[in-house]
Structure formats: C-alpha cells, structure tokens
C-alpha cells in the first residue's frame, strides 16, 4: 500500500489567495483526520470523518476553513481566503476500525501565505 | 482540560548512547496512550501503543513504559543510532465507552539529534 497521500507537498501563495490541500487515505480505512501542525502548538486536530461523514469540526479555526470527503478514496481541506497565520504543515492522516487501531499519515503540505 | 506535557523539549545525544523521553498525561478517562516518532519532513509513525493494563511494550530498541496511577509514561531508547533524530510525540486517547468522546491529546514532541 502507498500510504495516504497528500498533494501538494509545497504550497506558497499570496494572502488573500485560495488554497486547496488534497489527500488518499488507504483504502479500507474508514476514518480520515486533517491535523495542523506548528512549532508553537504542535499538532491540532482540524476535523475528522468517519464513513465520509464530518463528525467533528470543532478545531476548524474559522469560516475561511472548509473540508469535504465526497468519497472514500478523497478529501480536500480548503482555506478562503487564506492569510499569513495559516502558514503551517497540514497533515491528513487515516485509520482503520477499533480502538487501538494507529493514525496513518501522509507527508504533509507545508503551507507558506506571504 | 485534558493535557499531555513532554520533556525535555529537546535532547542532544551521541550515537551509542541510551535516552529516555518523559511524558505526562491529565487525560481522564484514559484509553490508551501512543507513542509516535516523527522524522523531519515525514508524518508521524506509530512506535508502541499501551493499554490500561499495560506498563511496558517494546518495538526493538524503543521501550515504553506506563504508570497509571501517577499517569507518567516513558520512551527508552537503547545504543542511539542517527536514524533515531527525529520529534517524538506522545498521544493519550481517552475512553470512549465512558463517553469521552474519542479525542486523541497530542504533547507538542521531544526533539532529539543523535550525533557522532
């Protein structure tokens, strides 16, 4: 398996700008997970969704933040406009049924907004 | 609030050597807690994972150890090697059949570098 997989690896963009961050979770997984991470916070969970279903949003920061699952194999995370605060490593991450089971994560998308 | 403390905050060690990581939980009701070891411009892997009834599990020259009465775990890491720079983050999941919610508290990592 390849792993979850996210795209772009790099994103710069000017403030003001949308962005739209991209995962594959592995297939059969049926949670998905967008984490933020930062030197001062660490890593913050975004939103998760389980069986493409939005579950819990609560870490979304604000309205400019959105993110959808049309499907199994798919998720975006968008930011709208985006402002230089967002500058962060975006990470997806996914995870198979039970309790124990581990977060999978993608390499992330270190975002840069100048 | 739930909270998961790290220390040292980073860690400066010469190849060979053993280290041990901290970390501190307030997570009430407590599941499990997750050690991860995140390489520069990676995302975390899973190292060991324990349990309530659980107070060490090892994963080759990685050792972590739980107390659940002083809610204390440790990472022990055994004759260090370069590969072994990296963050590592401790994660405590709470108990969701006594409605927690299933929420993951993240400590913000032990950055250690192994060097010659």
């Known amino acids: 398996d390849a792993g979850v997989i996210q795209s772009p690896r790099h994103e710069v963009t000017e403030m003001g700008q949308e962005v739209t961050l991209r995962c594959k979770p592995i297939s059969g997984h049926n949670s998905l997970f967008w984490y933020r991470q930062t030197m001062m916070r660490g890593l913050e969970l975004l939103i998760y969704f389980n069986n493409n279903v939005p579950i819990d949003d609560s870490g979304m920061p604000e309205d400019r933040f959105s993110a959808k699952m049309p499907n199994a194999s798919f998720s975006t995370l968008k930011i709208q406009p985006s402002e230089p605060r967002d500058s962060a490593v975006y990470f997806c991450?996914?995870?198979?049924?039970?309790?124990?089971?581990?977060?999978?994560f993608g390499n992330g998308t270190r975002l840069t907004v100048t | 609030k739930n909270q998961v403390e790290q220390s040292p905050q980073s860690l400066i060690i010469l190849e060979g050597k053993n280290c041990t990581l901290q970390c501190n939980y307030t997570v009430s009701p407590f599941s499990n807690l997750r050690w991860y070891k995140q390489d520069t411009g990676r995302g975390p892997v899973s190292l060991t994972i324990?349990?309530?009834?659980?107070n060490t599990k090892s994963n080759g020259r990685y050792t972590a150890t739980l107390d659940a009465d002083t809610k204390q775990s440790s990472l022990h890491i055994t004759a260090s090697q370069l590969s072994d720079s990296a963050s590592y983050i401790c994660v405590v999941r709470d108990d969701i059949l006594t409605g927690g919610g299933n929420k993951l508290t993240f400590g913000t990592g032990t950055q250690l570098k192994v060097e010659l």
């Open positions: 991450a996914s995870r198979s049924v039970g309790d124990n089971s581990p977060l999978h």
């Open positions: 324990m349990t309530f009834s659980e």
